[in-house]
């Protein structure tokens, strides 16, 4: 299913403009601005990192997963994968990749997708959807359910089967995996580090992620 291109990165986190840590179930929304490099790390492997991106000039021209796979023939993403926006301008490059697998197609946890895939009293457990909308409610704005768009789970282990479905499984990523990706422009950068407990993609286990950015 497509080459992973495992690239190390030579930046050192003591020379990053931004350090910070998110933890399960925390959102993040923060513009990058162009050249700057962006690293998620999964500290203790097997998160899900649900991430969507915007042209931060045009924040109506976000992260398009169909033109992306489109655009690199492959539903991964690995290093030199370009991301690309609805206008089919190029927002990001991943640089580095220490994971292998970042998933294109399963889309963030909601409300409703807990209800039908896990249990009903599920509903009101914390999910991704709802970390985006207060992330962009607290950025203000014109951002709405409308800038919800189909985003990539940057970790997460989600197969093809040969009947064309798709599964869950138990992560790829392991402790310390990153992949680093830089901006061709400015670009506002929404992550909700998933909460998900009935996903074994993190392992029934939510752990934090660390954000780091170089200028370049
Ligand atoms: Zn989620």
Redesign the pocket.
Known sequence: MGAYHRVESTRKPEQAVYDDIILAGDGWMRDLESGQVLRIVDLEGNQ?A?TLFYDADRPEDHYAAAATIARQGNIYLTTGSVLVAESGKELLTIVADTCGRHDTLGG??SAQSNTVRYAHEKEHMH??RD?FMLQLAKRGGDYGKRDLAPNINFFMNVPVTSQGGLKFDDGVSSPGAYVELQSHGRTTVLI?N???LN?PCNAYNPTPIRILIWNE
């Open positions: 899900a649900d963030s946890c999910n991704c970390t909700s998933c909460p998900q996903n």
